[in-house]
């Protein structure tokens, strides 16, 4: 395991992290999710060494670096304020790290041309990062990190001042320069199509506290409690077995009955998930082997960036999500009647 933390626990005012404990194996892309005041990033600092724990342990590689001042212990961390020298030229910005490293300015200069192709920043490398655009500061201040070849990177929030536009463009970057240096990131962020295009696993705080963590696919489908449900948008319904019929379990919610290819035990009282993007959307009925077809009435409408999150009443409120194209092609307005449809798969049974 590359990185260990144990039992970690800070008192800093009146927030307490209170024994937090996770493993990073090489070549993971972890995200830290939460609502704000949860300590996402307080997490990150302490393993970069800012902060004593006052209980717990932190090993790299398995030696313990609780210790150790934050120069010593082979991570980068990138803000989201990008925190770049306004006196020095992007070239320079990027060297600062490496000179401390190494003393060969031609290697210098090829390390520094190199990462500058990989986020696409080579025309930059004279200029001043106060006449840089937000995105082009941020790849600079990704690059200076990256470039001295990290055990860890830590990012906090790195894309949350840029536009949407130039954030979908900063992902791509970013996924494909952590491929060619094969690296480690643990980064906090508020944004799910973060999780979504670049973590294989996830940790999800609460006030101090770390209530899941596990890869995508698991804390989606199947969250360890109403909280986490919640904040990542899964619909949560509580429903009673009626029985098992061809390995599909079908279950009442609330007079809805839906069917699960999840094995139930008939009379239980079970809660079951449903992902909003598994759920499809159509202003008819239309032939399908999906075991789930419900009518359904749009109840709201809300445009967040490039979604609509669609709100519908079957007798059960769900919530979809669709693109505006989608929602335009269907002409889907509050009010109106549609078809739900959506496979057993999708309805996950959680306990």
């Known amino acids: 395991m590359l990185l260990k933390v144990e039992d970690l626990s800070i008192e800093l005012g009146e927030f307490k992290l209170e024994k937090a404990s996770f493993g990073v194996e090489k070549g993971d892309y972890l995200m830290i999710i939460g609502p704000t005041g949860s300590g996402k990033t307080i997490i990150l600092e302490t393993i970069a060494g800012f902060y004593q724990p006052k209980h717990g342990r932190i090993y790299m590689n398995g030696k313990d670096i609780t210790g150790l001042p934050p120069e010593k212990r082979g991570i980068s961390m990138v803000y989201q304020d990008y925190v770049l020298f306004p006196h020095m030229s992007v070239y320079e910005n990027i060297a600062f790290g490496l000179r401390k490293k190494m003393n060969d300015e031609d290697m210098i200069k090829r390390e520094i041309e190199r990462i500058a192709k990989v ?173 789930n077809v419900l009518r359904a009435k749009v109840v709201e409408m809300e445009k967040q960036g490039n979604l609509v999150w669609v709100t519908i009443d079957t007798g059960i409120r769900l919530r979809v999500i669709i693109t505006p194209n989608s929602a335009e092609a269907l002409g889907i307005r509050e009010g109106e009647e549609v078809y739900a449809i959506f496979k057993a798969t999708a309805v996950k049974v959680i306990k």
């Open 119 to 291: 986020l696409k920043i080579k025309h930059l490398l004279n200029r001043s990062p106060t006449t840089l655009s937000g995105g082009e500061q941020q790849r600079v201040a990704i690059a200076r990190a990256l470039v001295v070849k990290p055990e860890i990177l830590l990012m906090d929030e790195p894309f949350s001042s840029l536009d949407v536009k130039t954030r979908e463009r900063m992902r791509k970057l970013v996924k494909k320069a952590m491929e060619e240096y094969s690296t480690t990131v643990i980064q906090v962020t508020h944004d799910f199509e973060d999780v979504f295009t670049l973590a294989n696993k996830i940790i999800i705080m609460k006030e101090g506290k770390i209530l899941q963590m596990g890869a995508p696919e698991e804390i989606f489908s199947k969250p360890a409690n109403e909280f986490i449900a919640n904040f990542v948008s899964t619909n949560l319904l509580r429903c009673k077995a009626l029985k098992n019929e061809d390995n599909v379990g079908i279950l009442n919610c609330n007079g809805v009955i839906l069917y699960s290819a999840d094995e139930v035990k008939v009379n239980d009282e079970v809660t079951v998930s449903i992902r909003p993007e598994d759920i499809i959307i159509s202003d008819n009925m239309v032939k399908t082997s999906a075991k």
